[in-house]
């Protein structure tokens, strides 16, 4: 092989991976500072105080001495494959901070409701938490409900994962929802052994007058600053009269 023909070996290698070298730097420079971004710790002035708050592995705390809370929610699982990594470092974070926490599982329509529950209960264990299961029931793209999934399969659905967590914890769960579900799905018969937690993302304290949904928990925001924890946290609120006491295993 003569050696021009060995420049042009060269040239289209250099042509080739210079650009893809470009790419793989500002790629790690991006990540790098989205990184640095969300581990920004707050300004405590620009910070929420909320009666609780729900996490999963989107959370990340740098000091839970700083968290106020009187509750803590963590994601456990979700469907009937996930399991959250970060749940038992939550869980245990709020343990050793004395505050009461409970766990919650995201419902999809993909699966039984009953593979669902025992893909939860293997994660969650009576002994490690202080309040009762919550069942979150979301409108989403993850809720992939198979074709002719009517609104009163999806009402069954949630009955049936209620009675199976009463079975085991010997309590039904809170249903965290919507008010256009909880009004869809009929969930107004049939859960009177349930308590509520509504997500409506007002800052209303008098909410409880216009929603239709006798909740016990607002969640009224997921983009505000907690101390304690990096970027958004989920905030919710009591409704007036109630307190942890309503949430605790019996």
């Not at 023909?5 to 060269?10: A, G, H, M, R, S």
Request: with cysteine; hydrophobic share 35%; proline share 4%.
């Amino acid at each position: 092989m003569n050696k021009n023909y060995y420049k042009v070996i060269v040239l289209l290698l250099i042509t080739l991976f210079i650009p893809i070298g470009l790419c793989t730097y500002y790629g790690i420079k991006q990540k790098q500072s989205s990184i640095t971004t969300n581990r920004r710790k707050p300004d405590p002035q620009k910070c929420a105080h909320p009666d609780g708050i729900d996490l999963s592995h989107h959370n990340i705390a740098y000091d839970w001495k700083k968290v106020d809370a009187k509750f803590v929610y963590v994601r456990a699982t979700f469907g009937v494959t996930i399991k959250d990594r970060r749940y038992h470092i939550h869980r245990k974070a709020a343990e050793r901070h004395q505050i009461p926490v409970g766990a919650y599982h995201f419902l999809t329509a993909e699966t039984s409701a009953k593979e669902q529950f025992l893909h939860f209960s293997s994660v969650v264990k009576k002994k490690h938490i202080r309040l009762r299961p919550m069942l979150d029931v979301e409108e989403s793209k993850y809720w992939n409900a198979p074709k002719g999934f009517s609104d009163m399969d999806a009402h069954l659905f949630i009955r049936e994962w209620c009675d199976l967590c009463k079975k085991k914890y010997g309590v039904a769960p809170i249903i965290y929802t919507t008010e256009k579900l909880y009004e869809r799905y009929g969930l107004n018969k049939d859960f009177e052994d349930c308590i509520w937690w509504v997500a409506n993302y007002n800052d209303v304290k008098n909410y409880k007058k216009k929603c239709i949904i006798p909740y016990t928990i607002h969640q009224y925001s997921h983009k505000q600053f907690v101390e304690g924890f990096y970027g958004y946290v989920d905030c919710n609120r009591f409704s007036t009269g109630k307190t942890v006491d309503d949430l605790r295993l019996k």
